[in-house]
């Protein structure tokens, strides 16, 4: 068997267990602020948590000044840390904490756009003369047939969701079967006189690109959280600072669904973002920074968050694979909870990895529903054994390991300009009997967004008492990442069996493996694997409460699997 390449033996995001926290509903520091959200110091107290979970590192979405009105994408100043969450000093303890534990940080860098209170902004929209002035993409716009004042082209806002609500609403004027319009993603400025560019909500101004002095400003934001001792960014939007600057028009998606799909779906994007000429560009741009003298031996890395094709996404791969990855959304964007298409999308994610790249899997983030809302509770604990015993780095959404679900947010309540991701953003609950389930000491009415009451049974100390709870799943999936060397440093193979439903794929190492099989039906299933070098095995983990002990099976013999059952298959 082949040996690992120096990168793999080096690289800590090999066998990185990435811990999602979303800080806003995460947990709140009782001591100092009982204000309704979570908070920076919440965070540090629960790193043992975290920890017993297997994960060795730490996302934590935006957590940076901000109004607030995209969740903390909108931010006003990336140096500094939201008052209500706490200080900078408070994640340098966060920072110092986790690497005491040998536990890395990574945290979101917004590169495209900012919120339209920051001071670049303030500054841009005041005058055609500041030094600031194309530091936003503005433009006069262009008369329409009847004379009247239009945007500059087509392009549409990502935030068009609601106008699907609007419609339904008869807030909209629109000819039956019509398409329902997206929204512009360019707002008119009074102040300016010009419009500017949006892509996302109008809150939010897109950045510049192509100016030399944002590309620089942007170079030096992300030299300060590595100066801080930050481990990694996750790279937020990464495909839309590539834009082509000539404006020309979107053209049609003919594959628009009506009323299924966001009505910014009705145009392919070729120009409005995904632009390759200047998207590599500028991506290159940023890694560089990461190759400085000051941070090469820092092992500091990118995940680039981008919805696009496939063969596009192969090009940003191929860009600096040792340093920076896009998201793996196949599974999580593409295609459902099945097993003959989760075999197809997991082998061939594999075999477009360019050689020094680092594979990443993910079953959720802040942006979609949960886990097990999705795809039901049995599934989800099956689909935590398929991920996290896979390669590379593996990311787990706080709440996915207590099997939470999306929760109720009434539209008073409501905190996303989109309308819709709010409920797979409620708190963490952590105690059954506490109020508001142990997250914070506020009145429930003042909390961020409200618990989810349904979910209160799913509490942390609840599940800790239940030796057959999801937690107990993920804690006993980390118990054995941690002894067994195969699945720290192995390397994906996959495997066939004898059905279509049943997903093998093995980790190898110095000639041994470590199997893993996952029945994606509702039906229990006896199957052969086919190409396992494994002749007998021990089956150490289900996903499933069903067997008590570790099981010896012989694998010239089928392998019965309860529905929805995943196995792990030690030598
Ligand atoms: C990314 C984030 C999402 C945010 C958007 C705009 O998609 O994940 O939450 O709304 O970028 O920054």
Redesign the pocket.
Known sequence: MKTMSSSQKTSFWHNAIIYQVYPWTFFEDPDRRPLGNGSIRGITQKLNYIQSLGANALWVSPFFASPMI??G?DVTDYTQVHPLLGTIEDVDELIAKLHERGMKLMIDF?P??TSDRHPWFVQSRASKRTVKKDWYIWHNGRRGVDGSLQPPNNWARVFSLPQLERRKAGLLDLPEGAYTPPLSAWEFDGQRNQFYLAS?SDA?PDLNWSNVGVRKAMKDQLRFWLDRGVDGFRI??ANHIGKNMELPDEEPDTSYQEGVDNPYDQLRRHNSCDYPETLHHYLDELTDVLKEPAYRERDARFIY?AYMEENDLDYLNRLCPEKATTFNFGALDRISWSGLPRKLQLDSYYSRLPKKSIANHVNG???KDRLASRIGDDAARAAAVFTLCLSGMRFIYNGEELNLRNGYVSTARRQDP?GL?DPERTPIPWHDTRKNAGFSTAPAHELYLPINKNDIIRAVNVQLRQSTSPLRLYQAIGELMKENTILQCGKFASRTTNDHDVVAYAREYQGFEVLVLTNFSDTTKEAMVDNTTLQQGNIVLSSLPVHESIRRIDLSKPVRLEPYEAIVITA
């Open positions: 995209d969740g994408y917004i495209n756009h996302f939010q937020d939007a968050e983030n802040h942006d989109n991701r």
